[in-house]
């Protein structure tokens, strides 16, 4: 097997098990937490979607804009992409 593939191999274990933390702390925090006002919910569930909403744009921004730009010209990629 070459390093190259074991490298990948260790890179998803350990965004997995950092994703398994982040959940388990979570989770601690929920059943520490057992009352939580309606204010509060709302700002963590505002939070927690645009941070969503953020990482989702972050990833199709580049892909969109390098597809526009073979048809279009730079400006109208970037109003297009804008928009």
Do not use: C, E, H
């Not at 994703?19 to 919910?41: C, D, E, H, P």
């Amino acid at each position: 097997m070459t390093s190259f593939a074991s490298s990948d191999i260790w890179l998803a274990f350990i965004m997995t098990l950092v994703a398994a933390i982040s959940t388990f702390m979570g989770a601690m925090t929920s059943l520490y937490f057992r009352k939580v006002n309606q204010v509060t919910l709302s700002v963590i569930l505002g939070f927690a979607a645009g941070i969503m909403i953020y990482t989702a744009f972050m990833k199709l921004m580049p892909d969109s804009i390098s597809i526009l730009s073979s048809q279009l010209s730079y400006a109208q990629t970037k109003i297009t992409s804008t928009v």
